[in-house]
């Protein structure tokens, strides 16, 4: 019986500790202004690669540091395997969308043709040549590995985050893409915007309206990771849990590269 009583004084002590533990976790308002603040300074240093010429390497160090930092937290169930994997991709992403491209020689409007052109065609080339890797690898994986028990989510997870490393490669094609309408402006000495003047009203409204809705998916995504967040911390593993909202803040920001990605290839076809 004294055992009996010690036991549920344990199991009591253990659900107080657990009551308790929630305080600890941070909010859905700290996780949305992780995700917007990766998304910011993306989107920031992009712009300003068509504003003021910013290297592209500043943008491509940016996002190499976000995919390390993603693949460190790992907000995902998969093994270490899958770690690699999306460290793998997310470099070969990011260093095939800098890798030099040769400059045209029949005028500004040929080498603009020719490097943006080339950046985008080579890297949505890689992107599908790395996706197929990925998903044969993630097969493979799960005949492999012993014993083969939640095949599909193991497979999931490792095909999601080979994707989000990806992205990362997409905000540097934007970058890329920009950087080079940068120096196109300047050298036709053109005054106006080769995307949408910012002196039209319905260009403000329609980044107003994007925005809003950006943010607006952000808030009610954050609130389902979250919970998963609490419930990936109240499961044993092998590393601490405590940062895992960190990994998922940053899994929308570099998901966003492939968006970028389809800006970059819209404006040359624009």
């Known amino acids: 019986m004294a055992f009996d009583a010690e036991s549920s004084q344990a199991q009591v002590d253990a659900a107080s500790q657990s009551e308790d533990r929630p305080s600890a976790q941070p909010s859905s308002a700290a996780m949305l202004a992780v995700q917007l603040g990766v998304t910011f300074v993306l989107v920031a240093c992009c712009a300003a690669c068509a504003a003021w010429g910013l290297p592209v390497i500043v943008v491509a160090v940016f996002a190499a540091l976000s995919v390390l930092t993603f693949v460190a937290l790992w907000p995902l169930r998969a093994d270490a395997i899958a770690r690699i994997a999306a460290l793998a991709a ?146 044993p593993r092998q590393d601490s849990a405590s940062a895992l909202w960190l990994g998922f803040g940053l899994l929308p920001a570099l998901l966003y590269g492939l968006i970028a990605f389809l800006v970059a290839f819209v404006a040359l076809v624009l």
Request: hydrophobic content about 60%.
């Open 90 to 235: 997310g470099v070969v992403s990011i260093i095939i969308a800098v890798l030099p491209v040769p400059a045209g020689s029949d005028g500004v409007r040929v080498a603009v043709s020719s490097l943006a052109t080339a950046v985008v065609a080579r890297w949505s080339s890689a992107l599908l040549v790395l996706l197929v890797l990925l998903v044969v690898t993630g097969f493979l994986r799960q005949m492999l590995r012993e014993p083969r028990t939640q095949m599909v989510r193991s497979l999931s997870s490792y095909v999601l985050g080979g994707v989000v490393a990806l992205g990362a490669g997409g905000w540097v094609v934007l970058a890329r893409v920009l950087y080079v309408m940068h120096d196109a402006t300047e050298a036709r000495s053109a005054k106006g915007s080769w995307f949408v003047s910012a002196a039209s009203p319905w260009g403000a409204i329609a980044v107003l309206i994007a925005a809003g809705a950006l943010i607006a998916a952000i808030a009610l995504a954050s609130r389902q990771w979250r919970r998963q967040w609490a419930t990936a911390a109240a499961r």
